[in-house]
C-alpha cells in the first residue's frame, strides 16, 4: 500500500488548511486512518483518528478546531484544520498501522 500526503503549506495563525492523503494499493474502506503530527527533535503525536465506520475521535490539543473524514470512493482521508496556530507547525502524516506516507509539511507563523 501507498500513501500520499498533500496540502501542506505556510499560513499565518488563525487561517485553515486542508490535508489530504490518498491510499493506493489497499482496502482503503477497510481500514481505520490516522494522521499523525512531528516536530523536529520530538515523538511523532497522534491527531487525529477515524475509523472504517467513521467514527472519529481526536487528541485534547485539536479538540474543536480540526476535523478529519474520509471518502472510502476517493480512497481518501482528510484533515481540515480551523484556527492554525505557531505551535501546529510541524510535518503531518497519514498513517494506518505500519504504512506511513512521505509527510506534508505545515507551517503555520504569528
Known amino acids: 500500500a501507498q500513501l500520499a500526503e498533500t496540502g501542506g503549506k505556510s499560513v499565518q495563525a488563525g487561517e485553515s488548511l486542508t490535508l489530504s492523503c490518498v491510499v493506493s494499493?489497499?482496502?482503503?474502506?477497510?481500514?481505520?486512518m490516522n494522521w499523525y503530527r512531528q516536530v523536529a527533535g520530538k515523538d511523532r503525536e497522534q491527531v487525529a483518528r477515524i475509523l472504517s465506520n467513521g467514527q472519529t475521535s481526536y487528541a485534547d490539543f485539536v479538540k474543536g478546531r480540526f476535523t478529519i473524514s474520509r471518502d472510502n470512493a476517493q480512497n481518501t482521508v482528510w484533515l481540515q484544520m480551523n484556527d492554525l496556530r505557531p505551535e501546529d507547525t510541524a510535518i503531518y502524516y497519514c498513517?494506518?498501522?505500519?504504512?506511513w506516507g512521505q509527510g506534508t509539511q505545515v507551517t503555520v507563523s504569528s
Open positions: 498513517n494506518r498501522l505500519y504504512h
Open positions: 494499493g489497499a482496502p482503503f474502506s477497510q481500514w481505520n
